[in-house]
């Protein structure tokens, strides 16, 4: 059961005023900077000090923790629809895992459609990865983490680097991943009180991001349509309460089948990316869980 914590969170989200839906994406994205003191309010957790880089020519940040080793790290990937968000809005999550973990981890403020549509984001991400490599880390000691778009962009990413013949990294986590740009899961069109995220919202996030005629059924683009022979053990994370349920289930099945090894935990009644508001109880089991995985990928 979801903790007082969770369901007051719950009953916040669905309290906030109910306008008109979001037309554009600009007005998605007004609506996002509308909650920048909500999320300029996460505390930031001490021992943990934030730089900005450029990873290959993609800007970004490391999270650092004190003493975090440097043949090592993390590459995470924040979520926002691929049109939205960005390390600023996933910091207080990015440091925490830095901390839980003991690794630096490089966020990238990768390139956000329709400015920049598919596959720009994925460039990014490749550009970053094989930077993080010329640096001296290894691909047998990175991981890839990501939530919502950001944990679909991780799995797309993966198949795009594995279909160019590149050595894939150690692990990959993806937190309430967004996997199927058409939004044929069963849990998408059955009535489920998601405070988070809504169909039409995704579709017109969707569109803009497939803007250039790319098929929503790309694998690198929806990733339940991949092929996941070759692709390193995965932690995926999913709550009962979003739409983007299945998007998760279908991911983890469809990489069993292909001999991957999965780690799939479905919060019952939690809803989407829970893990980003960190005065939940289940946000400190899930950055547990991720910290404890990610020392098992790495030994």
């Known amino acids: 059961m979801p903790s007082a914590e969770h369901e007051a969170l719950v009953a916040s989200l669905k309290s906030q005023p109910q306008g008109p839906a979001p037309a554009t994406i600009e007005e998605m994205r007004a609506g996002l900077a509308s909650l920048a003191s909500v999320f300029e309010g996460i505390p930031f957790p ?15 940040f490391w999270f650092l923790p004190a003493k975090s080793p440097g043949d090592r790290a993390i590459l995470y990937l924040h979520g926002g629809g691929y049109v939205m968000g960005s390390v600023a ?3 207080s999550l990015i440091a925490r895992l830095a901390l839980a973990t003991g690794l630096r981890v490089l966020a990238l403020d990768y390139r956000l ?17 094989q930077w993080l490599q010329d640096r001296g880390i290894p691909a047998s000691r990175i991981v890839f983490a990501g939530d919502s778009a950001g944990g679909g962009l991780v799995l797309g990413s993966l198949v795009a680097l594995r279909d160019a013949g590149d050595v894939l990294p150690a692990a990959a986590i993806a937190l309430s991943p967004l996997a199927d740009l058409e939004l044929t899961g069963a849990s998408a069109h059955r009535g489920i009180d998601d405070p988070m995220v809504t169909v039409d919202g995704t ?38 309460r979003e739409i983007l349920l299945d998007d998760a289930i279908r991911v983890a099945e469809a990489a069993r089948k292909a001999g991957v090894p999965v780690e799939l ?21 899930s950055v547990a869980r991720m910290a404890r995985f990610v020392g098992e990928a790495l030994g």
């Open 89 to 91: 809005t996933h910091r």
């Open 46 to 60: 001490p021992g943990v000090t934030q730089e900005s880089v450029s990873a290959g020519g993609v800007p970004g």
């Open 203 to 240: 579709e017109l996030m969707a569109a803009a991001y497939l803007k250039g005629g790319t098929s929503a059924r790309d694998p690198r683009a929806s990733p339940v349509h991949a092929d996941y022979t070759g692709f390193p053990p995965l932690l995926i994370e999913v709550g009962t």
């Open 265 to 285: 935990f479905v919060g019952e009644g939690l809803t989407h990316v829970w893990p980003l508001h960190p005065h939940l109880p289940e946000a400190g089991e």
């Open 113 to 129: 459609a329709p400015e920049h549509p598919f596959p720009a984001a994925i460039d990014d991400v490749c550009a970053a990865y």
